[in-house]
């Protein structure tokens, strides 16, 4: 590995980087789309959108002055995030909100760093991210979870070559913008089987008084509005190669 000085280092992760082809940018696309539909490859990816879901709880349970007790990854993708504080009014109402609004946001931060040209600050942020989640997790399955999803990000930063870094952070945008409508789906679904009485949405429900399903509709329209502001972000402007023939 290269020696690198902190000044190199802080330039080499706020810099921009050129944008990727095209074509990369729509395989990737296609790849966290087919990850998403895939059944058995959607019950393993699914894992970093439960990580997002449950840190993004964790995080407004202490923007809003909430005591975080600790975080807990299953292997069955769920996860759960213990806080404590006032079991209702703002700060509650808004923990219990941020969890399936997470993923898409986040997804849509991404896109507008990426649009930006911050490829390596994404990753890295994504890093800082995953390392104080890391504090909070309180089993063994989450601790795994995180730190090989952090492993995975910090080899393809530091040792994948520019379009590979590229293909991955796009990637990892794409899946979020496409993976968060599918929870909510899954949700909606389980609650019609009456096998989610103490969801996210029946527990803003009981909290505010505005029906469960229209939780739901609130997280589907936020999962539908990312993907479309962040797909928009992400869709290269590049022009398509010409296919026009020689002499004409």
């Known amino acids: 590995m290269e020696d690198i000085s902190i000044a190199d280092l802080w330039d080499r992760v706020t810099g921009t980087q050129p944008d990727p082809?095209?074509?990369?940018?729509?395989?990737?696309?296609?790849?966290?789309?087919?990850?998403?539909?895939?059944?058995?490859?959607?019950?393993v990816a699914r894992n970093t959108v439960t990580i997002a879901h449950e840190g993004g709880h964790a995080l407004v349970a202490l923007l809003t002055g909430r005591k975080l007790d600790g975080i807990k990854l299953h292997s069955d993708t769920s996860g759960v995030t213990v806080s404590r504080?006032?079991?209702?009014?703002?700060?509650?109402?808004?923990?219990?909100?941020?969890?399936?609004?997470?993923?898409?946001?986040?997804?849509?931060?991404?896109?507008?760093?990426?649009?930006?040209?911050?490829?390596?600050?994404?990753l890295w942020f994504s890093l800082a991210l995953l390392a104080a989640m890391l504090i909070m997790i309180r089993n063994a399955y989450g601790v795994l979870s995180v730190v090989a999803t952090g492993a995975i990000i910090?080899?393809?930063?530091?040792?994948?070559?520019?379009?590979?870094?590229?293909?991955?952070?796009?990637?990892?945008?794409?899946?979020?913008?496409?993976?968060a409508a599918r929870p909510v789906v899954e949700l909606q679904?389980?609650?019609?089987?009456?096998?989610?009485?103490?969801?996210?949405?029946?527990?803003?429900?009981?909290?505010?008084?505005?029906?469960?399903?229209?939780?739901?509709?609130?997280?589907?329209?936020?999962?539908?509005?990312?993907?479309?502001?962040?797909?928009?972000?992400?869709?290269?402007?590049?022009?398509?190669?010409?296919?026009?023939p020689p002499g004409l």
């Open 21 to 43: 082809p095209w074509w990369l940018v729509a395989f990737v696309a296609l790849v966290a789309l087919a990850a998403v539909v895939h059944g058995p490859t959607w019950r």
């Open 85 to 122: 504080g006032k079991p209702h009014g703002p700060g509650m109402i808004l923990t219990a909100l941020a969890g399936y609004v997470t993923p898409p946001l986040l997804g849509l931060f991404f896109a507008l760093l990426l649009a930006a040209g911050r490829i390596t600050l994404m």
């Open 154 to 179: 910090f080899a393809v930063s530091w040792l994948g070559s520019a379009e590979v870094q590229a293909g991955f952070a796009y990637l990892a945008a794409w899946f979020l913008l496409f993976a």
């Open 189 to 244: 679904r389980m609650r019609a089987r009456r096998m989610a009485p103490t969801s996210d949405a029946d527990q803003l429900a009981h909290l505010t008084g505005v029906p469960g399903l229209a939780w739901v509709g609130l997280f589907a329209a936020t999962a539908l509005l990312a993907l479309l502001a962040g797909g928009a972000l992400l869709l290269p402007d590049t022009d398509l190669p010409d296919l026009t």
